[in-house]
């Protein structure tokens, strides 16, 4: 189900020195394409709810589930368990403000296809001193983030997106 490159013993522990370095770190193709597509149909199926609270996010959301495999990797990787896996949609209008919060360690795993920047929605991360790391949509990509001092938000959605949809799922791992 995983790109077998990842799954590599030399590579796990690059894969740990670079995220631990970076702090984020975006694998791309992490899954096989068979099995990229079957997740993502189910991922595009999910009776999404809105989360519409104006001081903090409006956007759709599901619960949503790791395979078993993914979330074995996951825990490998973090030395931690995953918590709070949830799916998210955006469309035009559709936000996610600075938490207040700092994260711990998170990851999201990217579901989009053909998602231009100029239509927003990108994940970004702050950090303390005001810098700011744009993660661009990249289908078929887990971004994996463990970094105490950057704040995520997810820039709006504006009129150029249309009617097409972002989707993917961000887990906390603790």
């Known amino acids: 189900m995983i790109n077998k490159n990842y799954l590599k013993k030399e590579n796990i522990v690059e894969i740990k020195r670079e995220l631990s370095k970076n702090g984020i770190l975006v694998l791309k193709d992490f899954l096989l394409l068979g099995e ?9 199926k999910l009776e999404y709810k809105k989360e519409g609270r104006l001081m903090e996010c409006n956007l ?6 790791l395979p078993y495999e ?3 990797f996951l825990t ?7 918590k709070e896996v949830k ?3 955006l469309g035009h209008k559709d936000y996610w403000l600075l938490s207040h919060e700092k994260n711990n360690a998170e990851f999201i795993f990217d579901f989009t296809p053909y998602w231009n920047s ?4 990108l994940v970004c991360y702050r950090d303390d001193k005001g ?4 993660i661009p949509s990249c289908e078929n990509s887990l971004i994996l983030v463990n970094d105490k ?5 997810i820039q709006y959605v504006n009129h150029h997106a249309g009617k097409k949809k972002r989707y993917f799922i961000l887990g906390k791992i603790c």
């Open 76 to 82: 490998h990787i973090f030395g931690l368990s995953v």
């Open 118 to 121: 100029e239509f927003g929605g």
């Open 131 to 134: 810098n700011v790391i744009k």
């Open 87 to 89: 799916a998210y949609s």
């Open 60 to 65: 759709g959301s599901a619960e949503a589930y």
């Open 36 to 44: 990229y597509n079957k997740l993502k149909s189910k991922i595009l």
């Open 149 to 153: 001092k950057l704040k995520r938000y």
């Open 70 to 72: 993914i979330n074995t």
